[in-house]
């Protein structure tokens, strides 16, 4: 597929806001709403976007602390290890993802908590975990995006 800087456009766009319909991004970028339409189905079709998202404001839920927890653990299995994690969640605990990381941890989670005591019930539950070695946990205190520019794209793109 060709990747060219309206592409980029695009995607940029999208990832403000998935909802954008294809007459306003054709608005916005000045290009045709079938161009803007032709684009977005390659797109896709390429695996370039995969799907589209709702960016979830987690404290309006009721979480408004979100934390990621470094696990180091010495299993056999990963992937039932990483499915223990998820399963902690429970009232006042989202446990959103878990990563298999390379390091001298094993595993990092991403995890939305009510309170410091639901943090600290999480904790608790986390340091049942057969072959657990020890977790660092890290509060987010901020959070900024960063739009995805051309110089970040390994090839040169064309115009």
């Known amino acids: 597929m060709k990747f060219d800087r309206m592409s980029l456009r695009i995607i940029n766009k999208l990832l403000i ?5 294809h007459q306003s991004l054709a608005n916005e970028l000045s290009y045709s709403r079938p161009a803007i339409h032709q684009r977005i189905n390659k797109l896709e079709k390429n695996g370039i976007i995969n799907g589209y998202t709702a960016d979830i404001d987690y404290s309006k839920l009721g979480f408004g602390i979100e934390a ?19 399963d902690l969640s429970r009232e006042g605990i989202y446990v959103k993802k878990a990563y298999r990381i390379t390091g001298q941890k094993c595993i ?16 608790d539950e986390i340091l049942k975990l057969d072959g657990l070695i020890e977790t660092d946990t890290m509060v987010v205190m901020q959070e900024e995006d960063n739009e995805l520019k051309e110089e970040y794209i390994f090839e040169k793109m064309e115009d």
């Not at 927890?69 to 994690?85: A, G, M, P, R």
């Not at 990092?108 to 904790?123: A, P, Q, W």
């Open 17 to 21: 806001d998935g909802r954008k319909t």
């Open 68 to 86: 990621f927890v470094l696990v180091n653990i010495h299993t056999l299995d990963y992937n039932s290890c990483i499915q223990s994690i998820l």
């Open 108 to 123: 990092i989670v991403k995890l939305f908590v009510s309170s410091t005591e639901n943090l600290r019930i999480f904790h």
